[in-house]
């Protein structure tokens, strides 16, 4: 013990050298400049009159179609993605065919294209007038393009990956040696996915449904190439800001920003509770 | 019989795992697949589970035709050699695990279901106590050790009440002193339970210690099925011999250096003379390095005690002969 006390005593702690508090504030004015200003500035402006500015703009029926039309999109794609991004996940891990790398390599394609890429992409195959599918779907009755399920879509396409990057090397590390364990316990193949599979996976599979949450609320590019942008019809909550924004109404396209970011923000924590959940559980 | 492997062939790509091995594996005993690595021996024991399919052949086990039965229907207990305990439930419920999964559905509220349950707990109680894991009935999988979690696997197994355990490398992931506890262990559990049992293992002190039949398994065929005593005393071939122990060549016949009689004086016509050109002490026995006059280099193991009585040192001059190992018995029985 008294060794221990004299150790320390002429070791001290590291001092922290010059050139670590260089780089800190090289990170600290970056960070400032690029994420803390300009959203500073952005709720600076829709709080300029207190909460005013959110209120009118929540009474603005178009605002409001904007801010439903982006909570439905993002609920749907989001249960999408739970669906595929599973299926994806467990056909990339778990079995081996031809094709596979294609696959793996598709499934990253939205990380690395433009989103408006994306919904010109959709737009040349759904287009009503000269898609591919377009004209036929629309004697039949289903709109795809300039509607709903032309902006789920365009969401589902962006936001995917997120799930299967995060749930895909979980399911690797995880392995599958309690599956053929519960296998030889006597467990059919739903019941392995259910009760040793799907937990083992859960934290990842939530975490990645959080982060496809806030990249479902947040996206734009495609959304607003395949969408036609009408205001009221078929303009997302960042489509709004944006039109809001063109249209001189930057006090509405504030408020929709922040609102934005809130429901962005609340994603993220919950996302660091869960890390924390996670860590603890395998501690 | 309990197990009849008839005809089984598995390649994986251009490489042969097991080609045309049939083997009949006795009931009620405990039986070790023994062999080098990559010899086929796991894959026998997987093709058994039906965790692994056979290119060719048939495998019966108590009497039917499990060939093309998915290992959840085929009333094996598996255990794996990482364990493969599922981590995110408590030791309790992982051995509850095969029994649940068999409960007859009842709605949850009735007397049926919760005599069902009591059921359930009395038999994880009753298979921990067996594994003495009692005490940790509540706790995860991570907060035990290896050699517990390699029993609660093996708890877990048995739970089923499977017609064959089977085990995969069962110690293989564990250090040296555990493996020694749990094999002995292993071995007690077997004389109380006496279900039909097949172990994997790389490890020939622990086939001949624990199982009371081996299978000699290399490149993917079968080298000879015996009792310890039969494998190690009259091997079929040069392979189980010198798998099963050390081999030296004396005279021209390999022989077991322990098996060599050693003379300080040419008492024996067939003694052959020698040098004694290295000594080295491991642990209770000695091993001689013997430099004959025919020009063979032998290596000699004896006891401590009978080398320090025969007083041998580098240089010293020896002689060396051998009799078959049945002979050595009745002189001197063990």
């Known amino acids: ?283 | 019989m309990s197990i009849e492997v008839s005809q089984v062939s598995k390649r994986f790509g251009d490489f042969t795992a097991l080609d045309d091995v049939s083997v009949s594996l006795p009931s009620g005993k405990l039986t070790a697949l023994l062999g080098p690595s990559g010899g086929g021996k796991s894959t026998l024991l997987r093709i058994i589970a039906g965790l692994e399919h056979a290119d060719a052949g048939t495998v019966r086990i108590e009497g039917t035709d499990a060939t093309h039965l998915p290992p959840q229907r085929r009333n094996v207990g598996f255990v794996f050699q990482h364990y493969a305990v599922f981590r995110h439930m408590t030791v309790a419920k992982n051995v509850a695990f095969g029994l649940e999964i068999r409960r007859r559905s009842h709605a949850p509220w009735t007397a049926a279901s919760r005599a069902e349950r009591a059921r359930i707990a009395e038999r994880v109680d009753e298979l921990l106590h067996l594994v003495h894991l009692d005490p940790f009935a509540s706790r995860l999988p991570s907060q035990l050790s290896g050699g517990q979690r390699q029993r609660l696997a093996l708890a877990r197994a048995l739970a089923v009440d499977p017609a064959v355990l089977l085990l995969d490398e069962p110690f293989g992931a564990l250090d040296a002193k555990v493996r020694k506890e749990l094999r002995e262990w292993l071995r007690r559990l077997h004389d109380d339970v006496h279900v039909t049992t097949v172990f994997v293992t790389h490890d020939q002190e622990e086939a001949l210690e624990v199982a009371d039949e081996i299978v000699v398994i290399n490149e993917g065929r079968i080298e000879q099925v015996g009792s310890p005593d039969q494998l190690y005393d009259s091997p079929a071939n040069d392979f189980v011999m010198g798998f099963l122990g050390d081999v030296t060549t004396l005279g021209g016949r390999r022989v077991r250096p322990h098996d060599i009689e050693l003379l300080t004086t040419p008492t024996r016509v067939d003694a052959v003379e020698g040098t004694i050109s290295r000594v080295l002490r491991i642990g209770f026995e000695v091993r001689l390095t013997v430099l004959t006059d025919v020009g063979e280099v032998v290596t000699v193991e004896l006891t401590r005690a009978q080398a320090t009585g025969l007083g041998l040192r580098e240089g010293a001059t020896v002689f060396l002969a051998h009799d078959e190992p049945a002979h050595r018995r009745i002189l001197q029985p063990v």
């Open chain 1, 1 to 283: 013990m008294a060794d221990a006390s004299s150790a320390t005593r002429t070791s001290p702690r590291r001092r922290t050298s010059a050139g670590a508090w260089v780089v800190r504030a090289i990170v600290a004015v970056y960070l400032f400049l690029l994420v803390l200003w300009p959203t500073a500035v952005l709720f600076r402006g829709a709080f300029a009159d207190g909460l005013g500015t959110i209120t009118a703009a929540i009474a603005d029926p178009d605002v409001v179609h904007a801010l439903v039309l982006t909570g439905q999109t993002a609920v749907l794609a989001v249960a999408i993605n739970l669906v595929f991004g599973l299926g994806v996940s467990l056909l990339l891990v778990r079995y081996d065919f031809f094709g596979k790398r294609v696959l793996s390599w598709l499934i990253d394609l939205p990380l690395s294209a433009s989103p408006v890429v994306v919904g010109l992409a959709l737009l040349l195959v759904y287009s009503p007038v000269y898609g591919w599918f377009g004209p036929g779907l629309r004697e039949a009755g289903i709109e795809v393009a300039f509607a709903m399920p032309g902006i789920v879509m365009a969401t589902c396409f962006v936001s995917l990956p997120l799930v299967v990057r995060e749930v895909v090397p979980v399911l690797t590390e995880l392995g599958d040696d309690q599956e053929q364990a519960a296998r030889s316990l006597g467990a059919g193949g739903w019941q392995t996915f259910r009760r040793i599979t799907l937990p083992g996976i859960r934290w990842a599979l939530v975490y990645g449904l959080v982060l496809s949450l806030a990249r479902s609320l947040g996206e734009f590019g495609a959304v607003k190439v395949v969408s036609g942008h009408v205001i009221g019809q078929t303009a997302t909550a960042t489509v709004a800001v944006e039109s809001a924004y063109q249209n001189n109404n930057t006090e509405q396209a504030y408020a929709i920003a922040v609102l934005l970011v809130l429901a962005t923000v609340l994603c993220l924590v919950v996302v660091a509770i869960l890390h924390t959940r996670d860590a603890r559980e395998k501690g």
